[in-house]
Structure formats: structure tokens, C-alpha cells
């Protein structure tokens, strides 16, 4: 018998501590099945649009740094409740507490990667051609900016995208996945109790809820000039024809299906940690969760067993105990998603674990299929981890780069021209590649994201903020004659 509360109940009193509380009427907790709170839909996304235009014409004017301090205060805030967010992730995600503790831990990094930003958005200087000119370019506010997240990390990419639009003077508007409105509903609370106490206009940051049709109005409304969006491809690729067709501008982070490489000189040891983490963590419910392991034939008989083991020993429960490793997927067509892809994999090949549980929880799966298996080319959205054999090293590159996903990679060798062929621009064709490490676990300080079907776009660190903001190439004339570029003469 568990020795925790009902998730529902326990989420609606973590409400009521940080002071927005709500009816304990919503979708059912992934953990047991007991009502969450209720968040309400927004029925008029273009009011909120309007407010944010208004927003963005008054915070577009306040200096870089002094937009940083209002984040740097959010994060304050963030670090005041990390717990109780954290906690709150785990209740209304299912993934383990350590795992929603260090969502919110994430944010707070964001928070002061922002801060550091906002003294940080840097143009350049350009030599002219013409005497007595200069010309440079300089960097200016977008506009609002929509933020559509899904539910696997309800809140962290969310300020992935919204602290450094923030800081690059843009307004945000929030669309949270409909499976996880409650952690959204809370970080916005307490940004807006930040945002007041800070004097910043009003409609700044705003949660819009709803289904699809409130995403369709945000990738519709010309008055949004950036639509960032974390999802599924199909969902990508609809709103990404959305907002192309009014000429905006779209940053999709979308399907994943990384893949490792286990090469002959691996350390084992360390392979099996990497790979038990990467595959089974937060349920297999990550864009990043390796999702393929290709294996050489050298040390494929060394290794799989190993991995059988450890995931047969991976601990299964309730996330709220701080001992469980695997939580429950989200929902009951998750659950089902899952069992008709091992239906398939059964067909194609041996199968160990993914047996369903009680709920939600289910036990991760090994999958061993052939090379070219159909299968693993798609993405499944469980923990399901599909082993394919290799005998040589080219064959491995072509095994990871035949899918049409491109978010994650990596490879476990200690053989240094193999871990640098892996890096180059003939081995992995991923936004992010890895060497001697699993495929989750990105830092912020590195852009996010993938190419192909993951839709080439970039969060969180390095450059990133650039897509925020918009360029202008400047050049001024402090002489008193008007020479043009590339000699051209027209004297009047």
C-alpha cells in the first residue's frame, strides 16, 4: 500500500502553499489515477495577443540589463520553491523526483544564463569601403513571442525559450501542453507576483491554455513574429506551414530517436550506466532517450546480457519515493502506444521486459532486430530500446544517420580517430552528438536542438538568442561627400 497522499490531492495542497490554488477537478495523475487540479482554458487568444503587442512596445524601450534583473528575481523566486515545483513536476509528469526537482533546477540555470545575456547581446563592427563611413549591425527586440511546450518537460523549456526573449526585450505568451497545465499554471503564478513587484507592464509573460486551436491562433497571428514549439513532427510540421504561409518565423524542437554507438574498445562498465539511463529514464519519455543502441559484434554478447540485467533491476514505482528510477508514462495511449510498437518488434525479432504493469507503469524493453529494421527507424515514445548488431565502423554511421529524425547522438569508444569521426561532418548528422556519455541529459549552456524532422531549430544556450531578436545593418556618413559602394558614380 503506497505511503504517499493521492498525487491529485497532494498537487492541489502544493497549490494552495505557493498561493494559486485551484479545484481539484482535472485530468487524472499519471501515478494514480486521482483527479488534478483544474487549470482553465483561455477562450480568447487574441486578447492575450493584444496585451502582449502592448507589453512589447513598452518593454522593448527598458535597457538589456535591467531587463536581465527581473529574470534574475524570477529565478530567486524559482530557487525559494524549487521544491515544491519540483515535487509538483513529478506529480502531474510521473517522472521521478530527482528528475522533476532538477527541471525546476534547470530553469534556474536559464535564469542566470539570462542574466549574464543581458549584458551580453553583442552586434558587430564592420570595416566600409567608403571614407569617412562606419557600419555595423545591431541587434533589436522581435516582438512577442509564442512558446507552445509539450508535457515531458512542462516548465524547463519553456524558460529555455521565454527568459532569454525576456531579456532580449520581447513579451511571451505560454501554450503548455493540455497533458500538464498545473506546473504551468504555478510558474506563471509566481511570475506574475515577480512581474508586478518588479513594475513591468502588465501582460508580459501569459499562460494561454487550451487545445489545438489555440495553437493555430498563435502560428496564425501575424502579430506573433516567432512561434517556438516542442513537439511532435506532425505537429511541427502543421504549424510550421501556419506560420511560413504569413512569412514568420518558426523554432521547432521536434522528434528525436537518438541512437548509440558501442564500439569495439568500449568500457562496458561505463556503457551500461549510460545506456540503462538514457534508454529507461523518465520513462523513455524524452525527445533525447536513446532510442536505438548499435552494437558491434565484437562485444554484443559481453554487453546485452548486462543490459537485460540492469534493466530487470531498474526500480519501478511511485516517483515521489526517492528510490524509484522509473515512474509511470503519462497516460493510458502512451501505455498503448507502447504495446503496439513490442507487437511489431516481436514480429522482427526478441523482446525482453515491456511487460505492462499495474496503471502506467510499465517494465522497459529490449528489442533486438535486424540492421535494417522499419521499426527502429520511427520513434516511439517509451522505453523501448531497439539493438541493432554491427561488424564495421561505416556501416555504424550509416545505421545512426538512416532515420529521419537528427536531435541526438553518441558514441562509446576509446578509440580517439573513431570518437573524432563520430564528431565530424561525415559521422554523426545530429544537433547534438556525444562521445563516452548516453544521448540525454543536455546542459544549457549549448544550443538545443536537431536537424531534419527535429526542424533545425535552437534553444537554450550559446548563440540561441539571436533568434529572439532582429538584426539591423547600420551605416552612417560623418563626412560631407556621398561616395557609394563599389565605385559606382552618380554626380548630379
Known amino acids: 500500500m503506497s505511503t504517499f497522499p493521492p498525487a491529485g490531492a497532494e498537487a492541489a495542497a502544493i497549490l494552495e502553499v505557493l498561493g494559486c490554488p485551484l479545484p481539484q477537478t482535472g485530468l487524472p495523475s499519471p501515478i494514480d489515477g486521482t483527479p488534478m487540479p483544474q487549470v482553465p ?42 521544491d515544491a515545483l519540483g515535487r509538483l513536476v513529478t506529480i502531474e509528469t510521473g517522472k521521478p523526483l530527482s528528475e522533476g526537482v532538477g527541471e525546476v533546477q534547470e530553469m534556474i540555470d536559464i535564469c542566470d544564463f539570462a542574466v549574464g545575456l543581458s549584458r551580453q547581446l553583442y552586434g558587430l563592427t564592420i570595416a566600409s569601403e567608403r ?26 523549456v519553456w524558460a529555455w525559450n521565454a527568459c532569454i526573449a525576456l531579456v532580449c526585450g520581447d513579451s511571451v505568451l505560454w501554450k503548455p501542453s493540455e497533458k500538464t ?21 502588465e501582460g508580459l509573460a501569459q499562460l494561454v491554455t487550451g487545445g489545438r486551436e489555440t495553437g493555430a491562433a498563435l502560428a496564425a497571428d501575424p502579430r506573433i513574429p516567432l512561434v517556438s514549439a516542442t513537439g511532435s513532427v506532425p505537429m511541427g510540421r502543421a504549424l510550421a506551414q501556419a506560420v511560413a504561409a504569413r512569412l514568420g518565423r518558426s523554432l521547432l524542437e521536434l522528434g528525436g530517436n537518438a541512437a548509440t ?3 569495439p574498445s568500449a568500457d562496458l562498465d ?48 511511485d516517483p515521489r519515493d526517492p528510490e524509484t528510477l522509473i515512474g509511470p508514462m503519462i497516460d493510458s495511449q502512451a501505455v498503448a502506444a507502447m504495446a503496439s510498437a513490442l507487437t511489431r518488434a516481436r514480429a ?25 529494421s522499419d521499426l527502429a527507424r520511427e520513434e516511439t515514445f517509451a522505453p523501448i530500446l531497439y539493438v541493432l548488431r554491427y561488424t564495421d565502423f561505416a556501416q555504424a554511421i550509416a545505421i545512426q544517420r538512416d532515420v529521419p529524425q537528427g536531435l541526438s547522438s553518441s558514441i562509446l569508444t576509446n578509440d580517439l ?49 539571436k533568434a529572439y531578436m532582429r538584426r539591423q545593418t547600420q551605416n552612417v556618413n560623418y563626412g560631407r561627400t556621398l561616395p557609394l559602394a563599389q565605385g559606382v558614380e552618380f554626380d548630379l
Open 261 to 263: 554507438i558501442v564500439c
Open 348 to 372: 522482427e525479432g526478441e523482446v525482453t521486459g515491456g511487460e505492462q504493469l499495474d496503471g502506467n507503469y510499465v517494465r522497459p524493453a529490449l528489442a533486438e532486430l535486424p540492421a535494417q
Open 270 to 317: 561505463l556503457a551500461v550506466r549510460a545506456i540503462a539511463f538514457s534508454a529507461a529514464g523518465t520513462t523513455g519519455q524524452r525527445c533525447t532517450t536513446m532510442r536505438r543502441l548499435i552494437v558491434h559484434d565484437s562485444v554484443y554478447d559481453a554487453l546485452i546480457p548486462r543490459l537485460k540485467k540492469a534493466f530487470a533491476s531498474l526500480r519501478i514505482g
Open 131 to 156: 571614407p569617412e563611413h562606419h557600419m555595423r549591425e545591431l541587434w533589436h527586440p522581435l516582438g512577442p513571442v509564442a512558446v507552445i511546450s509539450a508535457f515531458n518537460f512542462p516548465v524547463a
Open 41 to 82: 482554458d483561455h477562450a480568447d487568444p487574441a486578447a492575450a495577443i493584444a496585451a502582449s503587442v502592448t507589453a512589447f512596445e513598452a518593454w522593448r524601450s527598458v535597457p538589456a540589463p535591467v531587463r536581465g534583473l527581473l529574470v534574475r528575481q524570477f529565478g530567486e523566486a524559482l530557487r525559494t520553491h524549487r
Open 181 to 201: 497545465p498545473v506546473t504551468a499554471h504555478a510558474v506563471q503564478a509566481l511570475f506574475d507576483r515577480v512581474a508586478k513587484d518588479f513594475g513591468a507592464p
Open 417 to 465: 580517430r573513431e570518437g573524432e569521426a563520430f564528431l565530424s561532418a561525415t559521422g554523426s548528422d545530429c544537433g547534438i552528438a556525444n562521445v563516452n556519455m548516453g544521448t540525454s541529459g543536455a546542459e544549457i549552456g549549448g544550443a538545443f536542438g536537431g536537424e531534419k524532422e527535429t526542424g533545425g531549430g535552437r534553444e537554450s544556450g550559446s548563440d540561441s538568442w
